[in-house]
């Protein structure tokens, strides 16, 4: 059976060299980097199923080399792992694209279990953030919105991370007319990534 592939960025040796130790139980380490650049050229050679970086590194942080690498069509899920507990912060980062955002105080088995949820599609917010980052969210999102029942019979499937395919199967979809149901919520809603979109359902109560 493949172990998923993971590629790690962080500029301090010592963290960087505890993650490759750490992950190698798990999953098949591909490289470990230690700026921006660096990040996009190696995750856009190697195109692993994680990218595990921190926000702040020389050259290009985390954010923006993940707007690059979308930008080249790099589908690879990005855990955020940093020091930074700032909910503006987590939100710019799942606003952005991430999977995961948690914190390297809380490093260890809660990174395996984030990487964890985002393989099985899911996303992760480190728990000492998460009411925050909701309230982030939820402060730019404050005209209400309704939804039609089909809609909210896709964000609930959605919001229980749910594949796709697993949703058009459950309400006898095709899986392109579920996949429109959502891009339809997130342009209504304002949001701009599944993480987002899921983040304000749960903060707004709309399942």
Same mark, same amino acid.
């Given at each position: 059976?493949?172990?998923?592939?993971?590629?790690?960025? *962080?500029?301090?040796?010592?963290? %960087?060299?505890?993650?490759?130790?750490?992950?190698?139980? =798990?999953?098949?380490?591909?490289?470990?980097?230690?700026?921006?650049?660096?990040?996009?050229?190696? %995750? *856009?050679?190697?195109?692993?199923?994680?990218?595990?970086?921190? !926000?702040?590194?020389?050259?290009?942080?985390?954010?923006?080399?993940?707007?690059?690498?979308?930008? =080249?069509?790099?589908?690879?899920?990005?855990? !955020?792992?940093?020091?930074?507990?700032?909910?503006?912060?987590?939100?710019?980062?799942?606003? /952005?694209?991430?999977? /995961?955002?948690?914190?390297?105080?809380?490093?260890?088995?809660?990174?395996?279990?984030? @990487?964890?949820?985002?393989?099985?599609?899911?996303?992760?917010?480190?728990? &000492?953030?998460?009411?925050?980052?909701?309230?982030?969210?939820? &402060?730019?999102? $404050?005209?209400? $919105?309704?939804?039609?029942?089909?809609?909210?019979? !896709?964000? =609930?499937?959605? !919001?229980?991370?749910?594949?796709?395919?697993? @949703? &058009? %199967?459950?309400?006898?979809?095709?899986?392109?007319?579920?996949?429109?149901?959502?891009?339809?919520?997130?342009? $209504?809603?304002?949001?701009?990534? $599944?993480?987002?979109?899921? %983040?304000? /359902?749960?903060?707004?109560?709309?399942?």
């Amino acid at each position: 059976m493949r172990r998923p592939s993971v590629l790690i960025a *962080d500029d301090h040796t010592i963290v %960087a060299d505890g993650l490759v130790k750490l992950l190698s139980e =798990r999953f098949n380490v591909v490289a470990s980097v230690a700026d921006g650049p660096a990040l996009v050229e190696a %995750a *856009d050679r190697l195109r692993p199923d994680i990218v595990v970086t921190d !926000v702040n590194m020389p050259s290009l942080d985390g954010l923006e080399a993940l707007k690059q690498l979308r930008k =080249r069509g790099v589908t690879s899920k990005f855990v !955020v792992l940093t020091v930074h507990g700032e909910p503006t912060i987590a939100a710019k980062a799942m606003r /952005a694209g991430a999977s /995961a955002y948690l914190l390297k105080q809380s490093a260890g088995e809660e990174l395996i279990d984030a @990487i964890d949820e985002v393989l099985n599609g899911r996303t992760y917010l480190a728990p &000492a953030v998460t009411k925050d980052v909701l309230a982030v969210f939820d &402060a730019g999102h $404050t005209n209400e $919105t309704t939804l039609t029942p089909r809609q909210r019979d !896709v964000l =609930r499937l959605i !919001v229980q991370g749910r594949r796709m395919k697993e @949703i &058009a %199967a459950t309400l006898d979809l095709s899986t392109r007319t579920v996949e429109t149901h959502k891009y339809e919520m997130m342009r $209504t809603l304002g949001v701009q990534s $599944t993480a987002e979109l899921v %983040a304000l /359902a749960v903060k707004r109560g709309l399942v």
